[in-house]
């Protein structure tokens, strides 16, 4: 539920920034498709997992500025946590508002649910957080600095007799830099590029096992141009994620059409 990198709440708080600082808005509506598998240890407990996210996002044009953004996000996990099944997933709906040319915000709210049929318990969260991501370019590389801020609250299960509540309330900030470059080759006829991402987390509230933690991240693939949204793009790369006694590997997959 709550407690490192790769607890529920974290990986809301994940997807929420994912969001935020991805999502562009040009021509047409864009449905994207990402697979992610990863493995990590947390003080000799080990898990593995594999995830599969899925956003569409609806375009409205805006005559005086780059357009708005409707956002429905739904990513669904399935992990193995020391031989136990957990499976959880949360639907998110934001809008991507324009600012300034190359400066956005996106706030969103989330509701989630974590389960273990093992462990014979359910969890309830729910979240509200907003973005900001501005773009600045120096030649050939573009430069992006991402912050985030975000509430997350459980809230109870009631099954019958069964009534489970972990009461935890938590503000993540999550703030991040982007660079990303050409590549000499081309991929569907559109440009390559490779970004390197460093994101540092700091959780308030309840404590956590982990209040704090990094993420550098590397992914390979098409260039993504904020005045069109009819491309095929497609990225691969991997993360690294560390904190107190923690540490996680992931690869990413993402396609967006």
Request: proline share 4%.
């Amino acid at each position: 539920m709550a407690g490192n990198p790769n607890s529920f709440i974290a990986k809301m708080a994940s997807s929420d920034y994912q969001i935020g600082t991805t999502t562009d808005a040009g021509e047409e509506n864009l449905l994207a498709i990402g697979l992610y598998a990863g493995a990590s240890e947390a003080s000799g407990f080990r898990t593995t997992s594999v995830s599969l996210p899925i956003n569409y996002v609806i375009t409205v044009p805006n005559p005086s500025k780059p357009p708005y953004a409707f956002i429905f996000d739904l990513p669904i996990r399935y992990m193995d946590l020391e031989g136990g099944d957990v499976i959880d997933g949360s639907l998110g709906f934001g809008v991507r508002v324009p600012i300034l040319r190359r400066w956005a915000v996106t706030p969103m709210m989330r509701a989630g649910i974590v389960g273990s049929a093992d462990a014979g318990v359910a969890q309830t969260v729910y979240s509200g957080m907003v973005t900001s991501k501005a773009d600045f370019y120096f030649e050939d590389l573009r430069l992006s600095v991402n912050n985030m801020v975000g509430y997350y609250t459980t809230d109870s299960v009631r099954i019958g007799d069964f009534h489970l509540d972990y009461d935890v309330e938590n503000v993540i900030f999550r703030n991040g830099l982007a660079l990303e470059g050409s590549l000499n080759y081309q991929l569907f006829d559109d440009p390559t590029s490779w970004e390197v991402q460093f994101i540092d987390t700091r959780v308030t509230g309840d404590p956590w096992f982990n209040d704090w933690y990094d993420e550098i991240v590397l992914t390979l693939g098409t260039r993504r141009r904020a005045t069109r949204m009819t491309w095929q793009d497609l990225r691969i790369g991997a993360s690294y994620t560390f904190g107190d006694n923690f540490d996680g590997f992931q690869s990413v997959l993402n396609y967006r059409f």
